[in-house]
C-alpha cells in the first residue's frame, strides 16, 4: 500500500514538472513557434540587415528545391581565404508580377557588421538550385543559379561577384539538368558546364548535352554532343574518368523500355559521345531493360561501371519473378566494354553481394518469404551448373533478412551465421558446402555482402 501511494506521488511530481517545462511552448505567441532558425551567435547585424532588406523590398525568404546549398541564408567563402565574408539571402517578392526572385549579397565589414552590396533579380516560381564554382580560374568562385520558371523549364545563370556587383557570365534556358564541375581535366583553368537538354515538341528528334567554358569574358557554348535518342527523361550526369584514364562524362537517362548511360570525352574533335550508335541513334552497349541498378563504381576503383543484367534461368516453367546476375562494365575511350565484376542485387531487400567469378553461368537464384509475417525474408541461391541436362537445383546459399524483436533468436539457429546488423535488422546466411564448394568461406562471404546505397544524379 505505502509503495503504491509513494509510486502515485511520484508520478505527480513528474507531470507537474512536464507541465511546467511545455508551459514555455504551450503559451508562446504562433508566430514564436514558426520563426526560421536564427543565424549563430555573432551574426545579429547580418540578421539585422536582412530584415531591413526584406521590410525595404516587401519581401519573403524563398525555397531553394535542389542540391547541397538549400538555406535560405548562406554565408559563403568566395575568396579562398577562410573567412565566410559572403552572405547571400534568397528571397521572394510577394507583389511583383516580373522578377519576384531577389538575391541579396552582404559583405562582411573589418568591424564585424554585414553591409547590402549587390542584390540580383529574376524571374521564376522558385529557386531551382544554387552551386558555388571558380569557372574563370581566378581562385575566386562564381555564383550559379538554376531559376525555376515551370515545372520542365530552367534558367541557368552565372555571375562573378565583384566589389562593383554581380557580373553576368552565364545566361541559358534548358530542360534536363547541368553539371558543374573540372570537366576536361585541367584544374587550373576553372570549372566548366554542361547543360543537358531533353527534345519535349516532337518537332526534332534527340537530345542533346551543350558544353560551357569560359573564353573573353563569359561562359561561351563551345561543343554540343547528341544523346540517345530514346531518353525520355530522368536525365542526369557525373564527371568521371574511363578505364584508360581519360576524363569522361557518364548521362544516364531514362529510356524507352529501360534505361541507358551515354559516355561523352572532351578531344581534339570536340564533345564525343562514344557510345551512341550513329545508325540507330542510341546507346545500344549500355541500354538495359532491368532499371533497378543505376551506373555506379561497384569495386571502389575510381571508375564507374554501367550494369549489364542478365536472367538467370527459372527455376519452373510457371515461375513469374524474374532474377538477375548484374556484370558490370567499364568502358575505355575507344567505347571498349570490359567486365570487372558480377552481383547479385537484392533491391527489395536493400542488399547486394559481390559474386566470386565462378557462380555466373552455375547458379539461379528464388526466393522464400513465407515467413515473412515473422520478420523473416530470404534470397535463396542453387547450385545449377547444367540447367540442360536432367541435374535438379540445389540450395547451397540462403541470406536472410530479419526485422522481427526475435530477430537475433532467429539469426543464432543452427547454421546460419551474421553477415551484418544494425539497430533494427540482422542480415544472416546458412552456407552448405556439401552441395558445391562455392569457393568462399563464411568470413569471405561477410566481405562481399554490402547494404545498397542511393543512387547518384546531378542538378
Known amino acids: 500500500m505505502r509503495k503504491d501511494l509513494l509510486r502515485n506521488v511520484r508520478l505527480l511530481v513528474l507531470s507537474a514538472l512536464l507541465a511546467l517545462l511545455c508551459a514555455g511552448c504551450l503559451f508562446r505567441p504562433a508566430d514564436d513557434l514558426y520563426q526560421l532558425p536564427s543565424l549563430p551567435e555573432g551574426y545579429a547585424s547580418l540578421q539585422t540587415a536582412i530584415q531591413e532588406a526584406m521590410d525595404e523590398l516587401g519581401a519573403e525568404y524563398a525555397t531553394i528545391n535542389y542540391g547541397s546549398n538549400t538555406s535560405t541564408v548562406q554565408l559563403m567563402d568566395l575568396d579562398g581565404d577562410g573567412a565566410?565574408?559572403?552572405?547571400?539571402?534568397?528571397?521572394?517578392?510577394?507583389?511583383?508580377?516580373?522578377?519576384?526572385?531577389?538575391?541579396?549579397?552582404?559583405?562582411?565589414?573589418?568591424?564585424?557588421?554585414?553591409?547590402?552590396?549587390?542584390?540580383?533579380?529574376?524571374?521564376?516560381?522558385?529557386?531551382?538550385?544554387?552551386?558555388?564554382?571558380?569557372?574563370?580560374?581566378?581562385?575566386?568562385?562564381?555564383?550559379?543559379?538554376?531559376?525555376?520558371?515551370?515545372?520542365?523549364?530552367?534558367?541557368?545563370?552565372?555571375?562573378?561577384?565583384?566589389?562593383?556587383?554581380?557580373?553576368?557570365?552565364?545566361?541559358?534556358?534548358?530542360?534536363?539538368?547541368?553539371?558543374v564541375g573540372d570537366l576536361d581535366g585541367n584544374a587550373g583553368n576553372g570549372s566548366e558546364v554542361l547543360v543537358l537538354q531533353q527534345n519535349s515538341t516532337g518537332e526534332v528528334v534527340g537530345n542533346w548535352a551543350e558544353y560551357y567554358r569560359y573564353q573573353d569574358g563569359v561562359m561561351a557554348m563551345t561543343y554540343t554532343a547528341l544523346l540517345s535518342d530514346n531518353i525520355v527523361g530522368g536525365i542526369s550526369a557525373r564527371a568521371g574518368s574511363l578505364a584508360d584514364a581519360v576524363p569522361c562524362i557518364y548521362v544516364s537517362g531514362e529510356a524507352e523500355g529501360g534505361a541507358l548511360t551515354d559516355i561523352l570525352v572532351l578531344d581534339q574533335n570536340g564533345l564525343r559521345n562514344i557510345t551512341r550508335d550513329d545508325a540507330s541513334g542510341i546507346s545500344s552497349a549500355t541500354f538495359r531493360s532491368y532499371a533497378d541498378v543505376a551506373a555506379t563504381d561497384i569495386n571502389d576503383d575510381g571508375v564507374l561501371e554501367i550494369p549489364l543484367p542478365v536472367q538467370v534461368p527459372p527455376l519452373t516453367e510457371e515461375q513469374e519473378s524474374v532474377y538477375y546476375v548484374i556484370y558490370w562494365r567499364q568502358f575505355d575511350s575507344s567505347g571498349n566494354a570490359a567486365v570487372s565484376c558480377s552481383t547479385y542485387h537484392a533491391v527489395s531487400d536493400g542488399w547486394y553481394l559481390m559474386l566470386p567469378d565462378s557462380w555466373p553461368g552455375s547458379i539461379t537464384i528464388g526466393r522464400d518469404d513465407s515467413r515473412s509475417s515473422r520478420g523473416e525474408r530470404a534470397v535463396v541461391f542453387y547450385y545449377w551448373p547444367d540447367v540442360e541436362g536432367e541435374t535438379d537445383p540445389e540450395v547451397f546459399l540462403t541470406v536472410y533478412v530479419l526485422t522481427g524483436n526475435n530477430r537475433e533468436a532467429?539469426?543464432?539457429?543452427?547454421?546460419?551465421?551474421?553477415?551484418?546488423?544494425?539497430?533494427?535488422?540482422?542480415?544472416?546466411?546458412?552456407?552448405?558446402?556439401?552441395?558445391?564448394?562455392?569457393?568462399v568461406t563464411r568470413e569471405e562471404l561477410a566481405q562481399r555482402f554490402r547494404l545498397i546505397t542511393v543512387a547518384w544524379s546531378s542538378q
Open 84 to 179: 565566410q565574408e559572403t552572405a547571400l539571402a534568397f528571397l521572394r517578392l510577394t507583389t511583383a508580377q516580373e522578377q519576384p526572385l531577389r538575391v541579396c549579397l552582404f559583405r562582411q565589414g573589418r568591424d564585424g557588421t554585414f553591409l547590402r552590396t549587390h542584390e540580383i533579380s529574376g524571374d521564376g516560381a522558385s529557386f531551382h538550385s544554387v552551386v558555388y564554382e571558380d569557372l574563370n580560374g581566378d581562385g575566386l568562385r562564381e555564383l550559379i543559379i538554376s531559376w525555376q520558371m515551370s515545372a520542365r523549364v530552367y534558367i541557368l545563370t552565372a555571375y562573378a561577384i565583384t566589389d562593383t556587383g554581380a557580373m553576368e557570365l552565364m545566361n541559358t534556358t534548358y530542360n534536363a539538368s547541368y553539371l
Open 410 to 439: 532467429w539469426a543464432n539457429r543452427s547454421g546460419r551465421f551474421v553477415l551484418y546488423s544494425d539497430s533494427s535488422t540482422i542480415y544472416a546466411a546458412s552456407l552448405n558446402e556439401e552441395v558445391w564448394d562455392c569457393g
